[in-house]
């Protein structure tokens, strides 16, 4: 019998708020192997919603089934209400749900701003007319401008894609996605991969895409000082499974979560009692 998650405080007074994105009971299985197990999740509008998990926990494929890389098995997946269980990739995009991977998606040998541009354009009623006047894509080139000043790159537009350190591609990668207007953020691991000195760069721009007040951010992230000093709430995933959700505070206090995913054979030093996010250290493990 699967057991039920700790429900903890989301949203304090303001239960009302408005869902965004909203699974219900979502599963799936891979050969009787069952990834994601009646996952139910709230998101409210203009959040920062960080999953958490060992390895193997299920984090990656849910953000498959959310943006139409898998269908669930079980399970709906609603977007402002609307069901877009089982939609194409491309059908989701179009509703508002950008996706990043672990891995930097690019056109190497594209500038940055060409990389941007092409990305805003996809989303515009020229979408395949590569070839057209330039004056006529002068909307695309301000759209991707602005991404590329929001994740600070206003000054690279001219460089190659192949050129960028790791860090300044997944810069890229995320306005790319700013350049497709999305509602809906989903970061998968933004921070991997990254030397010590790139992340306090990523995390700069995730704080300005939440500070803008325009987007809600869905992030899978194991490096536990970001989750706790960013995050509105988070859900905490196990096998396959919400075991815990929360605000940073309650999930480091969480006895639960400590057992499954946090605590001292985890490679963290967990202070007694309620936490603040300061109390943790460790970088969390890696995996799907």
């Known amino acids: 019998m699967r057991p039920e998650p700790v ?6 007074d ?27 999740m709230k998101v409210p509008a203009r959040t ?13 494929t849910l953000f498959n ?29 179009r509703r508002g749900i950008g996706r990043s ?11 940055v701003l060409e990389n941007v541009r092409l990305a805003a354009q996809a989303r515009g009623r020229h979408s395949w007319h590569f070839w057209r006047r330039a004056e006529s894509l002068a909307e695309y080139r301000e759209a991707a401008e602005a991404a590329l000043e929001t994740v600070g790159m206003q000054d690279r537009t001219r460089v190659l894609a192949r050129e960028l350190a790791h860090g300044e591609k ?15 953020l989903l970061l998968d691991e933004p921070t991997a991969g990254m030397s010590r000195e790139e992340v306090p760069g990523i995390i700069a721009v995730i704080e300005r895409i939440r500070a803008q007040g325009k987007r809600t951010i869905l992030m899978v ?20 499974t919400v075991i815990a959700e929360g605000s940073p505070q309650e999930i480091v206090a969480n006895e639960r979560v400590q057992a499954a995913y946090l605590g001292a ?16 250290s460790g970088s969390g493990a890696a995996g799907a």
């Open 7 to 12: 429900r903890l405080s989301l949203e304090g």
């Open 48 to 60: 920062l919603r960080t999953v958490i998990g060992p390895n193997g926990a299920g984090k990656t």
């Open 170 to 184: 997944r810069k890229l990668e995320i306005a790319m996605l700013l350049a497709l207007d999305p509602e809906l």
């Open 65 to 93: 089934l959310i943006s139409g890389i898998y269908k669930p098995t079980s399970g709906r997946v609603l977007f402002k209400g609307e069901d877009i269980t089982g939609l194409p990739p491309h059908q989701i995009a």
């Open 14 to 40: 303001d239960v009302r708020a408005e869902i965004l994105l909203e699974t219900q009971e979502v599963s799936i299985s891979f050969g009787g192997l069952a990834a994601n197990r009646g996952i139910s």
């Open 265 to 280: 054979s985890h490679g963290y030093a967990l202070a007694a009692g309620p936490a603040a996010a300061g109390e943790v």
């Open 221 to 240: 992230e194991h490096k536990m000082d970001i989750v706790l000093g960013i995050s509105d709430a988070i859900t905490v995933l196990a096998e396959g």
């Open 101 to 111: 991977f672990q891995l930097t998606n690019l056109f190497p040998e594209l500038t």
